[in-house]
């Protein structure tokens, strides 16, 4: 591991100077019983853990991670969102003993690595700071996509992020995936004046950046907390 990399590990582990996550470099791994993904997540200290993760991604958390974003119709480059999970992983493998299983564990950390990136993200926006994104093609993308300005997809991704997960998942379809409005609604998603409702409330919000008048033609529901 290079000193970058191990820079970047470090800022993941010490994000608001947490006391566990202060201590992971020291603090020994407990002792556990074998259960599947065990070998990846036992070590001699978090430290070791952590690396191992990062380096080799034994349990391949960089694909978990662009799937579980895919799945949740969540904009980030799943690059981001993978040190952060895997920093998690590492910090609480200290008391996980095979339950649950390790692939609810595994997207439990990076749901929780999403949250942090946002929240980073939300910090940095309202303090002014510019996003260290020059030569991101996924940025790059967004902003073709959405044809936007490049400075403001941070922003705009924000607000986005807020929507009802019905929405998002309706905008992902035609903007990112290709799909008509035809056949989202042929795929069950309701009706095509529905969709078009979501698609315009999503571009509203994105163009306004959440200040649009217009009313979600979406209730709330679980899933669109993204913690």
């Not at 380096?55 to 694909?63: F, K, N």
């Not at 003993?97 to 564990?105: K, L, M, Q, R, S």
Request: proline content about 7%; some cysteine.
């Amino acid at each position: 591991m290079d000193q970058e990399d191990e820079r970047r590990l470090e800022q993941n582990l010490l994000y608001d100077a947490d006391p566990l996550w202060s201590a992971i470099r020291v603090r020994p791994s407990i002792p556990k019983k074998v259960f599947p993904g065990s070998k990846y997540l036992t070590g001699a200290t978090s430290t070791e853990i952590l690396e191992r993760l990062y380096h080799d991604d034994p349990l391949d958390i960089g694909t978990r991670c662009a799937h579980r974003l895919r799945r949740r119709a969540i904009l980030i480059d799943p690059w981001r969102v993978f040190p952060v999970a895997v920093a998690r992983m590492a910090h609480d493998a200290l008391t996980y003993d095979g339950a649950p299983p390790i692939e609810v564990f595994a997207d439990q950390c990076i749901d929780r690595a999403v949250r942090i990136v946002l929240d980073r993200d939300a910090a940095d926006e309202e303090r002014g700071i510019p996003p260290d994104d020059e030569g991101d093609l996924f940025v790059d993308h967004l902003s073709m996509t959405l044809n936007i300005e490049r400075p403001l997809v941070r922003p705009a991704m924000l607000y986005f992020h807020t929507l009802p997960n019905s929405i998002r998942q309706a905008f992902k379809a035609m903007f990112m995936d290709g799909k008509t409005i035809v056949q989202w609604s042929r795929e069950g998603h309701g009706s095509i004046l529905h969709i078009k409702d979501q698609i315009t409330y999503a571009i509203e919000t994105i163009a306004s950046l959440g200040k649009t008048e217009l009313q979600c033609p979406d209730p709330p529901s679980e899933e669109d907390d993204l913690v």
